[in-house]
């Protein structure tokens, strides 16, 4: 149980660590992206560039961080007892299941971000401010139940996908199972599951995006996504997909190779399968 708890750990603080850099360093882009899937959003102009980037370290710290570290903590300890017991195949399932409450936990920060970089509120204080004294504590939450139908299929193709990919990137590279997949295979391998769910979920994010900036008559995802398709046709829910293909696929590829670093880092040797007892990255067969 120990060897778990700890693992659990290392792998949080990885994820923590690995979200809240790649969010970071993609925030300016996933905000031009939430503003082409908004129709009433202002044309971008050099004056006005620097709304893509309000916001950026509160949202961040208080989505990313608890939102990744909440995952890994969750989804370590499964996965490691579903492989050890031969049910690898289920961990698309355990992927849904840990990203429940990591989703909840993020949606506040998701709602006040959407209001600041779409020009809604000048400032997160404000923002907050204005959501609770208009919604309450529940204007806070608003569209998690678009969240969770968005991450969920999210949450288990990206991870199915990824440990897909790192199953077959291993065998191509004569890998055993349990050795570690180096830098770059986790990011190869992070980057084409990224965008296959960027792709593939975008019409959710354009219907979280109407929801979380008010404007629409329901709250109710067939409303609004029907609602979309009368007045704009199916195009305008891949509005922004090159750009969330973009994000998720660069964030993937910046993600995945943090994340095992620092994991593999914190972990005492005993406990992970990547590091021979000097604490050193096994050498490959």
């Known amino acids: 149980m120990g060897r778990l708890v700890q693992l659990s750990i290392a792998e949080a603080a990885g994820g923590g660590a690995a979200g809240v850099l790649a969010d970071a360093i993609l925030y300016g882009i ?3 992206k939430v503003r082409a899937q908004h129709k009433s959003a202002s044309s971008l102009t050099p004056r006005n560039i620097s709304i893509l980037f309000k916001g950026l370290v509160p949202t961040v710290m208080l989505g990313s961080l608890p939102v990744f570290g909440t995952f890994f903590l969750l989804y370590a300890p499964i996965k490691v007892v579903l ?5 690898g195949q289920l961990l698309p399932v ?5 990203a429940i409450p990591a989703t909840v936990i993020g949606v506040p920060a998701d709602v006040l971000k959407k209001r600041l970089v779409l020009g809604i509120d000048p400032s997160i204080q404000v923002a907050l401010a204005r959501v609770t004294e208009t919604q309450g504590i529940k204007g806070l939450f608003a569209g998690w139940h678009v969240n969770l139908i968005r991450d969920l299929p999210f949450s288990a193709i990206k991870i199915g996908l990824y440990e897909w990919f790192v199953h077959e990137w291993k065998q191509l590279n004569h890998y055993s199972m349990d050795e570690p997949i180096t830098p770059a295979g986790a990011a190869a391998c992070g980057i084409s599951s990224g965008v296959a769910c960027a792709v593939i979920t975008c019409p959710l994010d354009v219907i979280n995006t ?5 404007g629409v008559e ?11 398709l009368e007045v704009e046709g199916v195009s305008a829910l891949f509005q922004g997909v090159m750009l969330r293909s973009f994000v998720l696929g660069v964030g993937s590829f910046i993600f995945w190779p943090i994340q095992r670093a620092v994991a593999d880092r914190l972990q005492p040797y005993q406990t992970c399968p990547f590091l021979d007892e000097n604490r050193n990255p096994k050498i490959p067969r």
């Open 30 to 32: 996933d905000s031009a």
């Open 218 to 228: 329901a709250n109710s995802i067939l409303q609004v996504g029907a609602k979309i």
């Open 210 to 214: 109407r929801i979380k900036a008010g």
């Open 83 to 87: 492989q050890e017991n031969g049910y």
């Open 94 to 98: 355990a992927s849904v299941i840990c």
